[in-house]
């Protein structure tokens, strides 16, 4: 009894400990505001930006959706 | 629009690229923000924005323009040009109706639209204090015959290097005439 314990107490422990160092995918960007300061109208028909995005954690980080607003 | 990377693994870089569409934008400071959803453990919605000031090299105003009918029939409306170009020339003035024709009148009388409106443009006396020159454009067309308001576009072409044609969108209100 006292050994099936300690064996489920051990796989338990095998289950925890890898979960607890995992962080999961992180997303981070330097700056979540930009200011592309002064534009004149006419010269260009759009304005474009290229946010890098970083994935700071361990595990695949997964977009599923950028929208307006 | 934004183009963006769908997936980033465990210590890489990915991009969003939000595009801001400036043809249709009004002068002035303004942000657009974009919403990110993913399965992210800190900030499954993170927000990213873009602010700038955009400087309009040639504005309407009113920026929707009504060619009503006058005392004498004709169709007429005046608008404000505010431009940073002292030596402003209109070339043309033109309507094109944005109605799809769904029937054989309809598309007889848009292809009986003039293609040209007529029109004077006086230059003011001075600047306004921030600089800018206000125009006074008076546009007109002869009296026709019109049973029901017409949506479209306005183009009025001018020799400004930066906004050679200025869209407007706007209305030919068939509205009777007021009495004299």
Not at chain 1, 38 to 62: E, M, P, R
Not at chain 2, 27 to 53: D, I, Q, R, Y
């Given at each position: 009894?006292?050994?099936?314990?300690k064996?489920?107490?051990?796989?338990?422990?095998l289950?925890?400990?890898?979960?607890?160092?995992?962080t999961g995918?992180?997303?981070?960007?330097d700056s979540?505001e930009?200011?592309l300061?002064?534009i004149k109208?006419?010269?260009?028909?759009?304005?474009?930006?290229v946010?890098?995005?970083?994935?700071t954690?361990?595990s695949?980080?997964?977009?599923?959706?950028v929208r307006p607003? | 629009m934004?183009?963006?990377?769908?997936?980033?693994?465990?210590?890489?870089?990915?991009?969003?690229?939000?595009?801001?569409?400036?043809t249709k934008a009004?002068?002035g400071?303004?942000?657009?923000?974009?919403?990110v959803?993913?399965?992210?453990?800190?900030k499954?919605?993170?927000?990213?924005?873009?602010k700038m000031?955009l400087?309009?090299?040639?504005?309407?105003?009113?920026d929707?323009?009504?060619?009503?009918?006058?005392?004498?029939g004709?169709?007429?409306t005046?608008?404000t040009?505010s431009t940073?170009?002292?030596d402003?020339?209109v070339r043309e003035a033109?309507f094109?109706?944005?109605?799809?024709?769904?029937?054989q009148?309809?598309?007889?009388?848009?292809?009986?639209?003039?293609?040209?409106?007529?029109?004077?443009?006086?230059?003011p006396?001075?600047p306004t204090?921030?600089?800018?020159w206000?125009?006074?454009l008076?546009?007109?067309e002869e009296?026709?015959?019109l049973?029901?308001?017409?949506?479209?576009?306005?183009t009025?072409?001018?020799?400004?290097?930066?906004?050679?044609e200025?869209k407007?969108?706007?209305?030919?209100?068939?509205?009777p005439?007021?009495?004299?």
């Amino acid at each position: 009894m006292k050994k099936t314990l300690k064996s489920l107490f051990l796989m338990a422990m095998l289950l925890v400990i890898p979960a607890a160092c995992k962080t999961g995918p992180l997303i981070s960007v330097d700056s979540e505001e930009v200011n592309l300061g002064t534009i004149k109208q006419g010269t260009k028909t759009a304005a474009k930006y290229v946010f890098k995005v970083k994935n700071t954690g361990d595990s695949v980080l997964v977009i599923r959706d950028v929208r307006p607003g | 629009m934004v183009g963006f990377d769908t997936t980033i693994l465990p210590g890489r870089e990915g991009s969003i690229t939000p595009e801001v569409n400036l043809t249709k934008a009004h002068g002035g400071t303004f942000s657009k923000c974009v919403t990110v959803s993913s399965n992210a453990k800190n900030k499954p919605e993170m927000h990213l924005c873009v602010k700038m000031t955009l400087k309009v090299p040639l504005a309407a105003m009113p920026d929707y323009i009504q060619l009503r009918r006058n005392a004498s029939g004709k169709f007429e409306t005046e608008v404000t040009l505010s431009t940073d170009k002292p030596d402003l020339a209109v070339r043309e003035a033109s309507f094109k109706s944005t109605a799809q024709p769904n029937n054989q009148n309809q598309a007889a009388w848009m292809a009986s639209l003039p293609d040209h409106l007529t029109f004077t443009l006086t230059k003011p006396d001075k600047p306004t204090a921030d600089g800018s020159w206000d125009y006074k454009l008076k546009i007109w067309e002869e009296p026709m015959e019109l049973k029901e308001n017409k949506f479209g576009e306005f183009t009025i072409s001018t020799n400004h290097p930066d906004m050679p044609e200025l869209k407007v969108n706007g209305i030919i209100d068939a509205s009777p005439a007021p009495k004299k």
